[in-house]
């Protein structure tokens, strides 16, 4: 069954101060809610300098590589810095001729050259999600300009 993913802009209060992003949707659930909330990051998505936003989609739709060792890639990271030394949320994306998954949530940094496997701290609670890539990608460019920070 597919899932369904959409952005809806979201607020941040604390430091560095106010941050407009978009927050991640899936099936009516935002993950910010599921699972960012207890670390306080914020979605990759909508926010930054623009040439930070085209990179953030650009990674998204595996058009440049991943940002994390064994391909995985940030979905929530650090609202201050957008250092993945602080920590992100991770997942494994592969896209297919018509279909897109998120796979494998866990947590993890790039603090360590030689990050093994064994590093992602992985959410039992989330399996996979399995997206229509049209509308994946639709969604995922549309993020752009959709946040600020102030």
């Avoid at 060792?69 to 990271?77: C, G, Q, V």
């Avoid at 790039?110 to 990050?115: A, M, R, V």
Wanted: hydrophobic share 35%.
């Amino acid at each position: 069954m597919l899932s369904k993913i959409e952005i809806r802009n979201r607020q941040r209060e604390g430091y560095p101060g106010f941050i407009n992003y978009a927050d991640i949707i899936i099936d009516g659930q935002s993950l910010f809610d599921l699972i960012a909330h207890k670390y306080d990051f914020v979605s990759c998505l909508g926010w930054g300098s623009p040439e930070f936003q085209e990179m953030q989609v650009d990674r998204l739709l595996l058009k440049i590589d991943s940002d994390l060792p064994n391909n995985r890639d940030s979905i929530y990271i650090c609202p201050a810095c957008a250092d993945l030394g602080c920590g992100a949320i991770t997942v494994k994306i592969e896209i297919n001729d018509d279909t897109v998954t998120w796979s494998r949530f866990g947590t993890q940094n790039n603090l360590n050259d030689d990050l093994e496997e064994d590093k992602v701290y992985y959410f039992d609670q989330i399996e996979e999600y399995i997206f229509n890539k049209s509308e994946y990608e639709e969604v995922i460019k549309n993020s752009k300009g959709s946040g600020m920070i102030r």
